[in-house]
């Protein structure tokens, strides 16, 4: 088949174009560096952990140690499956907020306005709990539901957060995020809503498109400053596809900018120090790197349930049952069952932390194995994280893992917002409905009270909660590598299309406003090309 677009990456924002451009009429071709999503720990939404360091599903990328995590490699999973990272993530559904898009329109990003892109996230959904209609879509490919067993542990937070001053928030996706409420999920029934089993499903048997799994992207094709297609690796063998029209880059934030880079596209200087050939000098490839970094307050409790207990024999039993019978219990859970969105101060237009609760205790700063004793996490993490890092490619070699290196808590700003945040993680802790379970804090502890002792503490323990963004970032500015449109500044037939390009993080998760971006970018491109 002869493709009019060639798109790199099936994840959250490359299968929903995929599917958007063949309802269009188009003809695709879709490149993933993974195989196919037959995993059945893919779809069963508490089985994410073995996932998470999957030799074949994950790409298994580590950040340089740098001083914001104290010289600690954080490990950096990313999919490497049809699905992308929507096929081993936490599936929480969060668009952020308003101001967040708002300020992208002030930045000069025409047509990204809350309302600009509002209409692309009802069109991504269909909430199976009505919500209001303004803001809530009925018919789109993303199933989102409220969790089907809540604990009540996690009722307990809710009701702590209100305690401590915490409006509740029926839909922070609706009218009204900031509060406290309960989390919403992308799922398919009892299973998980990956984009690949949402979007990509609905076309999966339409003759114009062509998936193409197990294919590594080499470099990008070039006929003067025009993207012509794509070199690949399958199977051992060098490949190349060719596109009609246009060649999109939905890597992630990760992958995008490593594609350009090794291609030629990216800051002349690097690139000839690694003995890459310059096509475009494009200074703003890979830089920009935004991530969420939090901090985790975890105490013991008593006289309550929590996934500690149900991840182990033999509570764990029951909940197979209720899972293969019912479609409910832990095996439904993703990772956080409820959160609040807040500001670390008086004077802010909109929240800047997000406190997401969890009803367990891992015993490292990732997702991985339980503690033994029954416990809760609340994650404290300045949303609007200012510290920026940059990806860049190590050598010409397309096949070698990109060199990350994140900058944590690099912003004195986002020090005191993460300090702040653990201040009112605190307080939420001492209100009645957890403070009457609650044994007491064992991480941090309750002798770390200082600004720089909890700095340190999240240096030395803290984590990515997995929201890279900005490494393509839109924009008109020098720094900016794809304008309005998605497309790469100075070249053609070549755009971005995933959460690289957002310019600053988002008050929240990021897998819903990747999916946007998709949505939105598709709609570009036909648009476009109707008008060429």
């Not at 029926?170 to 009218?175: A, E, L, S």
Request: proline fraction near 6%.
């Amino acid at each position: 088949m002869e493709a009019d677009y060639i798109i790199v990456g099936a994840g959250s924002a490359g299968c929903t174009v995929a599917c958007r451009l063949i309802e269009g009429g188009a003809r695709v071709a879709l490149l993933e560096a993974g195989p196919k999503d037959s995993d059945i720990r893919i779809h069963v939404p508490a089985a994410l952990r073995p996932l998470l360091h999957h030799p074949i599903l994950n790409w298994n990328y580590s950040a340089e140690p740098v001083e914001g995590s104290a010289g600690r490699r954080i490990y950096l999973p990313r999919g490497k499956v049809l699905g992308g990272s929507s096929s081993i993530n936490g599936m929480l559904y969060v668009r952020g907020n308003p101001a967040d898009y708002d300020g992208w329109a002030q930045m000069g990003c025409r047509g990204w306005s809350y309302d600009d892109i509002l209409p692309y996230f009802k069109k991504s959904e269909t909430y199976k709990h009505g919500g209001d209609p303004e803001f809530r879509g009925g018919d789109g490919p993303l199933k989102v539901e409220d969790y089907r067993t809540i604990l009540p542990m996690t009722h307990r937070f809710v009701r702590a957060a209100q305690e401590a001053g915490f409006p509740l928030t029926p839909d922070y996706n609706g009218g009204q995020q900031e509060g406290v409420g309960y989390s919403q999920m992308t799922r398919r029934g009892r299973f998980r809503g990956s984009t690949a089993q949402t979007y990509l499903r609905a076309v999966k048997n339409n003759p114009n498109l062509e998936v193409i799994t197990g294919a590594m992207a080499g470099r990008l094709l070039f006929e003067g400053k025009k993207c012509v297609g794509v070199t690949y690796r399958q199977d051992g063998q060098e490949k190349e596809i060719r596109a009609a029209k246009e060649v999109i880059l939905s890597g992630g934030t990760y992958n995008s900018p490593h594609l350009l880079q090794i291609s030629g596209v990216g800051p002349a200087a690097r690139l000839k120090k690694i003995g890459v050939e310059v096509r475009h000098d494009l200074s703003g490839v890979g830089s920009n790197l935004a991530d969420h970094f939090g901090a985790k307050v975890k105490h013991q409790v008593r006289d309550e349930i929590t996934l500690n207990q149900l991840s182990r024999f033999p509570r764990f039993i029951p909940e197979v049952f209720k899972y293969a019978l019912f479609g409910n219990g832990a095996l439904t859970f993703g990772v956080t069952s409820a959160m609040v969105f807040c500001r670390s101060r008086e004077g802010l237009s909109s929240p800047d932390l997000q406190l997401s609760f969890t009803p367990a205790t891992p015993k490292d700063e990732g997702q991985g194995a339980l503690e033994k004793e029954p416990g809760v996490t609340i994650t404290a993490l300045p949303v609007r994280a200012e510290s920026r890092g940059e990806v860049m490619a190590g050598s010409a070699d397309p096949y070698e893992a990109p060199i990350i290196r994140p900058s944590y808590l690099s912003d004195e700003n986002d020090v005191t917002v993460l300090c702040e945040g653990v201040k009112i993680v605190r307080r939420i802790f001492e209100a009645p409905s957890l403070k009457e379970v609650s044994l007491g804090e064992f991480a941090p502890g309750a002798a770390l009270q200082s600004r720089e002792e909890i700095q340190q503490f999240t240096r030395e323990n803290g984590g990515t909660i997995h929201h890279p963004v900005g490494t393509c970032k839109m924009g008109e500015d020098s720094a900016a590598v794809v304008d309005s449109r998605l497309r790469v500044h100075g070249m053609q037939g070549l755009r971005v299309i995933d959460a690289s390009i957002m310019p600053t993080l988002t008050t929240g998760n990021t897998n819903a406003p990747a999916i946007m971006i998709g949505e939105k970018g598709a709609a570009m491109i036909l648009e476009d090309n109707q008008n060429a």
